[in-house]
């Protein structure tokens, strides 16, 4: 029996206790929750439907809740309900109702853990939008893995997701970037407020290649050359390294697009409608002030010129055009200042800020190596690459750890604990139970161990206590899977995992599931290893909504 097919025994229940007593059963909640006790003593699920109901109906949640117990107790796979405090329900499932859920979730494989909880939600997703001046830096891959898994995450609790990076091909600092590969092409230094390291001379190179008479141009004219097919090969750079990285967008938008397609004017157009524009000093105004903001802001310069935030809000609008309701951008820790003329900017456009815009705040990342932060990328010269961080400790180590800690946290990733083979690197852990299930699995099958049919496994064989504790925690993911995805929290899905992980370690060390030498094959091994591959089954999905692999071997 699921959490969720519990949860509805015990709605079930107390539509009957109020239809008894002559209550309206409209009081009862559209669903209900159960939960796991801290203490394991308390019983395998607890429930507090009885406080909640109490005032609503008129009865004191003891009473409410020592009826509920009565009705529940006579609930096929209960094997007892006891009351505690004020009305807390503690409910203990008989062996064969816990059991069936390994089936449950073998027969489900990578369904196991999805739900509708945010079906209808159309959310569009925006993260990494690194400029396209330099290698994505390591504060750019935190993420690009958290934004990755975070959209895994929301399809799978049902929403509707488009993922986007917002490719910044105008604006200053592209020409910056023209006119630092120009002068490394020229053999000179770097413009003063321009860009330098290796990748700079590597990428003027290539355009020398492709354009050779590129020097012999006038300096405003070779400029450009850089401009246009040095932004094309960086950006080609920046998707490819993503891509290796296991990411990949759905759309990739092109600032540019908004000057050239007029959605800027059309943006300021919609904010004159709503009369929030004013001119003052020759330029055009957005007064946020009326929203919250520290200060009014600038649209369009004196000069005629648009600032950044007049793109920012025409890029909102065109997202909101585009059918999402929730624009979800994932921002750096120095960007925190944006949240206020943002979710100003919503409101002028006559949206909810609170319902439609949504920003999250990532913190600093550092690389740690022999205990000291490393500073500098060989190649880009400045900041640590995400190249660097593939290098130093791979693919999966380093999508793990950047998912594993809550985002707003600073992190340090330590290259020798991320590439040690021992249970404290948190990937190995987990990793390792997804080998060593598949091992157990190929074991049996060598032994002539086969699971057989549902009809012919006994999940109430599985009554060891080290079996119900990997049970339960094997019942928690979906509700992990929902709330991970509903509080934007990626990081719940990896410190599950390294539960259930240690779970079934203590379930692998006390149950035997393979027999020995000649011993007979039993129903109780059969019954085991439906459990085996049920945690095989999680851990796998689990791993796969953070796009990490779960191999078959270590």
């Known amino acids: 029996m699921t959490p969720a097919e519990l949860a509805e025994v015990v709605l079930s229940a107390a539509h009957a206790v109020l239809t008894e007593r002559g209550l309206d059963p409209a009081a009862l909640p559209a669903r209900t929750a159960v939960e796991r006790p801290r203490n394991p003593e308390h019983g395998d699920y607890a429930s507090t439907l009885a406080l909640q109901l109490s005032k609503k109906v008129g009865v ?13 107790g006579r609930a096929r796979g209960i094997k007892s309900v006891e009351i505690a405090g004020p009305g807390f329900l503690n409910i203990r499932l008989d062996a064969a109702a816990a059991g069936q859920l390994a089936r449950v979730i073998v027969e489900a494989g990578p369904e196991y853990g999805r739900s509708d909880r945010l079906a209808g939600e159309k959310i569009n997703l925006e993260f990494v939008s690194a400029n396209p ?3 994505v830096h390591i504060g750019g891959v935190r993420w690009a893995a958290v934004g990755d898994a975070l959209s895994r995450l929301l399809r799978a609790a049902g929403a509707e997701v488009g993922t986007e990076y917002y490719f910044n091909d105008a604006g200053s600092q592209i020409d910056r970037f023209a006119r630092s590969l120009l002068a490394a092409a020229k053999g000179e230094p770097a413009p003063e407020d321009g860009y330098g390291g ?3 001379a590597e990428i003027a190179d290539e355009v020398r290649n492709r354009r050779p008479d590129v020097l012999e141009l006038d300096d405003a004219a070779a400029e450009e050359v850089f401009r246009v097919e040095g932004v094309a090969l960086m950006f080609d750079e920046i998707r490819t390294s993503l891509r290796q990285f296991g990411v ?11 000057h050239d397609q007029g959605e800027l004017e059309l943006a300021l157009n919609r904010l004159r409608e709503q009369g929030h524009l004013f001119e003052a000093e020759g330029a055009t105004w957005l007064r946020t002030t009326d929203f919250g903001d520290d200060k009014d802001r600038v649209l369009r310069k004196s000069n005629g010129e648009w600032t950044y935030f007049a793109a920012d809000c025409a890029y909102y609008l065109d997202k909101r055009e585009r059918g999402f309701e929730r624009v979800v951008i994932m921002l750096g820790a120095d960007h925190h200042g944006y949240i206020g003329r943002m979710k100003a900017m919503a409101a002028c456009f006559g949206d909810d800020p609170d319902r439609n815009l949504e920003i999250l705040i990532g913190q600093l990342v550092n690389l740690v190596r022999d205990g000291v932060p490393v500073r500098m990328s060989k190649r880009a010269g400045t900041v640590v690459t995400l190249e660097d961080l593939v290098d130093a400790i791979g693919v999966d180590a380093s999508r793990y750890a950047l998912a594993r800690y809550s985002s707003d946290s600073p992190i340090d990733i330590d290259v020798e604990r991320w590439t040690r083979a021992t249970r404290d690197n948190p990937v190995y852990y987990v990793q390792y139970v997804a080998a060593r299930t598949a091992s157990v699995g190929r074991n049996a099958a060598e032994t002539g161990l086969g699971r057989g049919d549902a009809d012919a496994f006994h999940p109430e064989l599985l009554d060891h206590e080290k079996e119900n504790e990997l049970l339960k925690a094997l019942a928690e993911f979906p509700a992990v899977v929902a709330s991970a995805a509903e509080l934007r929290e990626p990081h719940r899905v990896a410190r599950y995992l390294e539960d259930l992980s240690g779970a079934y370690h203590r379930f692998y060390d006390n149950c ?13 091994h059969r019954a085991r290893l439906w459990l085996n591959d049920a945690t095989r089954t999680v851990i796998a999905n689990g791993l796969r909504l953070l796009g990490v692999s779960a191999p078959e071997r270590m």
Do not use: H, M, S, W
């Open 60 to 72: 004191p949640p003891r009473e409410l809740a020592t009826a509920l117990a009565e009705q529940l």
């Open 133 to 135: 001046t330099g290698p």
């Open 198 to 200: 290796a990748y700079i």
């Open 248 to 258: 990949e967008f759905d759309t990739y938008f092109n600032e540019k697009d908004l």
């Open 512 to 524: 035997r599931i393979l027999p020995r030498g000649d011993e007979e094959v039993t129903d109780l």
